[in-house]
């Protein structure tokens, strides 16, 4: 299948990552990935238990060809910098040329004229995410529709801000088809899956010592791949260095149950089950009227946490 799109702002040789997401330009991160997950999870072959074989194909070229790019590009801090300020530019010039900009559909010339910008654009935009990738045949006009909605609020947007512009003029309206522009081929497919790359980042933010946000990525990562031993290993490490050991326990045993040779785990949970007065769980567990006097100590600063990691949390 093609990957033509020769509308909004995909007609000036600019890929509308925004557009293919679905979300507004001035979307935040939390946003994006938000979105991100709902169509992952829409498009990725092990989620789509009732399609045929060519559907998960076409469903799983959307993902790495189109939906994968645009998330890594719009979640980078240095690459969504620099692509917001193209965008920023692409919507001044557009607005001192509005006069030659040609719209297709209803929704977009109904935003070039709504004295209501925002509100208008926003609902606009909620409202095409609701069934965007509903039939994998249509996703790109639905994408081009977005690029459309995406291209006139750039223009009113620039058209507002420049008090010494005057007001841009409403974009004409073309009837017919316009002229294809041909967007440059989508760069191939990354050979790490996306679950792999939340990996990595989880592992970078975890080496800065940067746990929150590692978990975050961790936790995306298994709503799309829950039984992932790497990553539950991953994350039972955040949580014994944020001291939540009873979430570590958890994590490594998920982590050993899905592979008993996962090596994170099989290094820390013994000590981990020591730690918290237990037995490796490989040995039989008996009891003693000496359990009492062997409470862990659950400070949280030179008990368990210095234990394991041999020494106070810094």
Same mark, same amino acid.
């Given at each position: 299948?093609?990957?033509?799109?020769?509308?909004?702002?995909?007609? /000036?040789?600019?890929?509308?990552?925004?557009?293919?997401?679905?979300?507004?330009?001035?979307?935040?991160? %939390?946003?994006?990935?938000?979105? /991100?997950?709902?169509?992952?999870?829409?498009?990725?072959?092990?989620?789509?238990?009732?399609?045929?074989?060519?559907? %998960?194909?076409?469903?799983?070229?959307?993902?790495?060809?189109?939906?994968?790019?645009? /998330?890594?590009?719009?979640?980078?801090?240095?690459? +969504?910098?620099?692509?917001?300020?193209?965008?920023?530019?692409?919507?001044?010039?557009?607005?001192?040329?509005?006069?030659?900009?040609?719209?297709?559909?209803?929704?977009?010339?109904?935003?070039?004229?709504?004295?209501?910008?925002?509100?208008?654009?926003?609902?606009?935009?909620?409202?095409?995410?609701?069934? &965007? /990738?509903?039939?994998?045949?249509?996703?790109?006009?639905?994408?081009?529709?977005?690029?459309?909605?995406?291209?006139?609020?750039?223009?009113?947007?620039?058209?507002?801000?420049?008090?010494?512009?005057?007001?841009?003029?409403?974009?004409?309206?073309?009837?017919?088809?316009?002229?294809?522009?041909?967007?440059?081929?989508?760069?191939?497919?990354?050979?790490?899956?996306?679950?792999?790359?939340?990996?990595?980042?989880? &592992?970078?933010?975890?080496?800065?010592?940067?746990?929150?946000?590692?978990?975050?990525?961790?936790?995306?990562?298994?709503?799309?791949?829950?039984?992932?031993?790497?990553?539950?290993?991953?994350?039972?490490?955040?949580?014994?260095?944020?001291?939540?050991?009873?979430?570590?326990?958890?994590?490594?045993?998920?982590?050993?149950?899905?592979?008993?040779?996962?090596?994170?785990?099989?290094?820390?949970?013994?000590?981990?089950?020591?730690?918290?007065?237990? &037995?490796?769980?490989? +040995? %039989?567990?008996?009891?003693?009227?000496?359990?009492?006097?062997?409470?862990?100590?659950?400070?949280?600063?030179?008990?368990?946490?210095?234990?394991?990691?041999?020494?106070?949390?810094?």
């Amino acid at each position: 299948m093609s990957f033509k799109i020769d509308r909004g702002l995909f007609k /000036y040789d600019f890929i509308d990552y925004h557009a293919i997401l679905c979300v507004r330009v001035d979307a935040d991160v %939390k946003e994006i990935r938000k979105r /991100y997950l709902q169509i992952a999870r829409r498009l990725h072959p092990d989620s789509s238990f009732t399609e045929s074989a060519a559907q %998960k194909q076409l469903g799983n070229e959307l993902l790495s060809k189109l939906v994968n790019p645009a /998330y890594e590009k719009l979640t980078g801090d240095r690459t +969504h910098a620099e692509y917001i300020v193209i965008l920023s530019q692409i919507g001044k010039r557009l607005a001192q040329e509005s006069t030659s900009v040609t719209l297709n559909t209803d929704l977009a010339r109904q935003l070039a004229q709504t004295p209501n910008v925002d509100h208008f654009y926003k609902s606009a935009i909620a409202k095409l995410a609701q069934t &965007q /990738y509903d039939s994998l045949e249509q996703a790109l006009q639905v994408i081009a529709q977005v690029s459309e909605l995406n291209l006139v609020y750039l223009m009113r947007s620039a058209g507002k801000s420049s008090a010494a512009s005057p007001p841009p003029a409403q974009p004409k309206v073309q009837s017919g088809t316009p002229q294809p522009n041909t967007l440059p081929e989508p760069a191939p497919p990354k050979e790490d899956s996306i679950v792999e790359q939340y990996v990595r980042r989880a &592992q970078t933010l975890i080496d800065k010592n940067q746990f929150p946000q590692a978990k975050v990525e961790l936790q995306d990562a298994l709503k799309l791949e829950p039984k992932n031993s790497r990553c539950h290993s991953l994350i039972a490490m955040v949580y014994l260095k944020q001291n939540q050991l009873k979430m570590a326990k958890i994590h490594f045993d998920n982590a050993l149950k899905l592979d008993p040779n996962d090596v994170t785990a099989l290094q820390w949970k013994p000590k981990l089950d020591k730690a918290l007065g237990q &037995q490796p769980s490989d +040995h %039989k567990v008996t009891s003693s009227p000496n359990n009492k006097d062997k409470q862990p100590d659950k400070s949280g600063s030179g008990g368990l946490f210095g234990g394991l990691f041999g020494g106070k949390k810094k």
